[in-house]
C-alpha cells in the first residue's frame, strides 16, 4: 500500500503482434481488471494510445476506480527497447514502431510514472515479483516458443547489461560447429524453437516412423504443433518422448552453461510449451543432472513459470511498481 | 586516501601452492613492496599465519610503515571459499588446509579487517579497479591455466552467485555431447586446458606433422608447453597456429554465449597463455565476430589482463580495501 494507505494500482499493457492485452494489476499482484483490443484495428501510434487510453479508461469505471488510484503504466512490447529513455528501437512483427520513444508519450497521456521494456523482461519481472521466482534473489527465466527468450535477475533487480541487451539465452552456443544463423553458430534457438520442433517431428514422420501424431494431426503435417507433439508424449508416443528427450538436452546444456557462469538460485522456464509438465521437466532434470557436478545441481531450481498467460500483463504492470 | 587525509596501505597475500606471495599495496593499487615465502616451509596452519607475518613485519619496515597504516589484508587462495565468512572449505593442492575458517583468525593475529577469496575473485577484483576492466561496470574475466577460471563483475561488484560458486567458465559447455567430465559434457576447459593444448599438439607431432616444435622443444615432447607452442605460433610454424586458432575458436564459442547472456562491456582475458598476444587475440576476435550479432559485438571489448603476475597479490589486497 502506498503512504497513504490507500490501495495502489497499476496498468500493465502486453503490446503483442495480435492483441494489445491490457489489466489493471493490484499491489498483491491481482489482476482486477482486463481490456483487449485488436492491434491491427489501433493502426497508428496515436490509435494505439487511443486503445490503450480506452482500455484503462474501461478498466478503471469497472472498478469504481479514478486516474488519482493508478500508481503509473507500464508496457512490455516485443523488440528491443532502451529501458532508461523508455524508446523503442523497433518491434518484431508490428510495423509503424520503429525509434518512438514511448515511454515520455505515455507519462503526458496519462499523468502517470511509466515504463517500457522488452516483453520477456517483462514476465520475468513479474514471475520474479509474483509468480515461481518471488523466493529468489538470483534467477534465470526462460520462455520457450518461436524463440527462446530469457532475462536474469540478479540481486533481486533486473540485469539488463551493457545496453540493455542481455538475457538471449536463445542465441547461447550448445555446438562448436552447430547450425548458422544471423546471431552465430550452435546458437540454442536453433535447435528448439518451435519450428524445429515440428521441422524434427515431420522429418521423423517422413523417414517411416510409427508415431500417433499421424492420427492425432489428422494425417496433415501442417497440423502438428509443439503442443499436439507434448500430448502425443504424456499418451506415451515414443517419437514424441524423443523429441522432448531431444529438447530437453539441448536446454539442460544451455542451462547447465547458465548454472556455471552466474549459479542462479532457480531457472523459471516459461512459454508455450513449459506447459507440458513432467514430459518436458523430467528429461530435464535428468540431463541437468548429468552436465552439472553435484554441488551445483543440487543448489539449483528448476520451476514452471507460473503465471501463465498472464505473465505479460502482470509484468508489464510490475515493472511501472518497482522499476 | 582516508578521512584523516593519511595514505593507507593494504596487504595482498597470493596463496599458492608453491609460494605465499605478499604485497604491501597502496590506494592506487601499486605496490610499494613484496615478500615471498615457500609454502612448503610455512607447514601448518600456525606456520602459514607466522610466516605471513613475518612478510607484513619485513615490507612494513622496508616503507617505515607501521600496522597502523594498514587498512585491511587480504588473501587469495586457490580453492573454494565462503567469501562472506573468510571460510576455506579446501585447497587444491594445498594439504591441511580443510574447513579453515581463515578471516578471523587473520583479524586475531593483526588487527585489522580481513577478506578471503577465491584466488581467481582476487584477480578479477584487481583487474577491474586497477588493471584493464578499470573503466568497466561489467566486465568477465577469465583466466587461462591449468584450467580455466573465470569471475564477474556486475555494477561494479563481483558477483558470487548464489553460494559463492559462480564464474565456472571453465566448466561451461561448447559442445553437446562434447568430453566427459566430472562436471559435464562439453566442458571449455577439456578443450583448452594447458595439458590439452600440450596433447593436441604431441598428438599432431606423432602423426607426422612437420612443426619447428620439434626443435624448439629439443626433440622431447614432454618439453612442449604452451609457451612454446606460443612461441612457435609467433614464428609463424603452421601446427602452432592452427593450435592457437582451435584454441581460439572454442574461446569464442563460451565467450559469445557469455555475451548474449550478460552483455559485458568487456572480456577481460588473463593467465600464463594471455600473455601470447596477438597469437592469441587475433583468432579470438576473428571467430567472436563470426559468432556474435554485430550489435553485440560492436559493443563488446576483448582485452588482455594488465597486471601480470602481480594480479594475485594487487588483487588480495584490493579485496581488503573495497570489499
Not at 503526458?108 to 529468489?136: I, L, P, Q
Not at 560447429?177 to 534457438?189: A, N, R, T, V, Y
Not at 547458465?258 to 507440458?276: D, E, H, K, M, N
Request: hydrophobic share 45%.
Amino acid at each position: 500500500m502506498s503512504d497513504t494507505g490507500r490501495i495502489r494500482y497499476a496498468v500493465g499493457v502486453d503490446f503483442g503482434g495480435t492483441f494489445i492485452k491490457m489489466a489493471l494489476v493490484n499491489e498483491q499482484g491481482v489482476i482486477e481488471a482486463r481490456s483487449r483490443k485488436a492491434t491491427s484495428e489501433a493502426g497508428t501510434q496515436e490509435g494505439w494510445l487511443d486503445a490503450v487510453e480506452a482500455g484503462v479508461t474501461e478498466m478503471l469505471k469497472e472498478r469504481a476506480l479514478s486516474k488519482s488510484d493508478l500508481s503509473g503504466i507500464g508496457v512490455g512490447v516485443p523488440g528491443f527497447v532502451d529501458f532508461e529513455r523508455g524508446f523503442i528501437f523497433d518491434l518484431t512483427n508490428v510495423p509503424g514502431w520503429k525509434a518512438v520513444t514511448l515511454g515520455p508519450r505515455l507519462e503526458e497521456r496519462f499523468g502517470v510514472h511509466s515504463r517500457v521494456d522488452n516483453d520477456v523482461n517483462a514476465m520475468a519481472v513479474g514471475e520474479c515479483t509474483f509468480g515461481a521466482g518471488r523466493v529468489y534473489q538470483h534467477a534465470v527465466f526462460v520462455t520457450l516458443g518461436t524463440g527462446v527468450g530469457g532475462a536474469l535477475l540478479i540481486n533481486n533487480r533486473l540485469y539488463r547489461g551493457a545496453c540493455s541487451m542481455a538475457g538471449e539465452i536463445g542465441h547461447m552456443s550448445i555446438e562448436l560447429d552447430g547450425i548458422k544463423s544471423p546471431q552465430g553458430l550452435g546458437g540454442l534457438e536453433q535447435y528448439i524453437g518451435n519450428r524445429r520442433l515440428v521441422e524434427r517431428a515431420v522429418s521423423l514422420l517422413k523417414s517411416g516412423r510409427k508415431s500417433s501424431l499421424r492420427e492425432l494431426a489428422g494425417g496433415d503435417f501442417n497440423a502438428i504443433t509443439p503442443e499436439l507433439i507434448s500430448r502425443a508424449a504424456e499418451q506415451g508416443d515414443e517419437l514424441s518422448i524423443e523429441i522432448f528427450d531431444f529438447m530437453a538436452k539441448c536446454l539442460a546444456s544451455a542451462f547447465a552453461s547458465v548454472t556455471y557462469l552466474l549459479q542462479p538460485q532457480a531457472i523459471i522456464v516459461g512459454g508455450g510449451v513449459a506447459q507440458s509438465g513432467a514430459v518436458l521437466f523430467d528429461p530435464l532434470r535428468k540431463h541437468l543432472k548429468e552436465r552439472l557436478s553435484p554441488v551445483f545441481f543440487e543448489r539449483l531450481e528448476i520451476k514452471s513459470a507460473a503465471l501463465g498467460n498472464d505473465a505479460g500483463v502482470i509484468g508489464a504492470a510490475t515493472l511501472a511498481m518497482i522499476e
